[in-house]
């Protein structure tokens, strides 16, 4: 794995430190490091060209691979999985290939909010352990815009 890699924020709203995740798997770093997304919009967008290695039936979350072998995860909600799929829709399969700004899925927030769920989306590294992660910017945020440096 070479680097160093930029990964723009994959949608338009607000970044905070990982730590401020309600869900300690998340804040506490047991998933990897990252940052936390609070999102304006309702689609969720690549942040970089990769393989997409999982999605799950409850569609709430995706994982992906660059070609150099960062595998990241973006995960909708906190226990939104408890959903079974409803209020998201998955734009991708396991096994295609993305561009950046390429639309993963997306949700309905009303849905989220009338259960009761959270839409924070964590954006977290899975082997990236042993490299250095530089977050760009915090606060506002577009889509697109350069949100992560990892060398």
Same mark, same amino acid.
């Given at each position: ?5 930029v990964f723009s924020c994959p949608i338009h709203g607000s970044v905070a430190p990982l730590s401020h995740c309600e869900d300690a798997s ?6 990897? =490091? &990252?940052?936390? !997304? $609070? ?5 969720? @967008?690549?942040? %970089? ?6 999605? *799950? ?42 561009? =950046? &700004?390429?639309? !993963? $899925? ?5 849905? @989220?909010?009338? %259960? ?6 964590? *954006? ?6 042993n490299r250095r992660l530089t977050v760009l910017k915090l606060g506002p945020i577009a889509a697109g815009e350069d949100l992560l440096l990892?060398?």
């Open positions: 794995m070479a680097g160093p890699f998340f804040s506490q770093g047991k998933l990897g =490091r &990252g940052v936390l !997304l $609070l999102p304006a919009a309702h689609t969720l @967008l690549s942040p %970089a060209e990769a393989t997409v290695y999982f999605s *799950f039936t409850t569609k709430h979350a995706v994982g992906l691979q660059t070609p150099q072998g960062v595998q990241f995860i973006l995960h909708v909600g906190l226990d939104t999985y408890k959903l079974q799929g409803e209020g998201f829709q998955l734009h991708v399969r396991t096994g295609d290939q993305v561009s =950046r &700004g390429q639309p !993963l $899925l997306s949700f309905d927030p009303q849905v @989220l909010a009338s %259960a009761g769920y959270s839409p924070v989306i964590p *954006f977290v590294f899975c082997n990236a352990a990892l060398h």
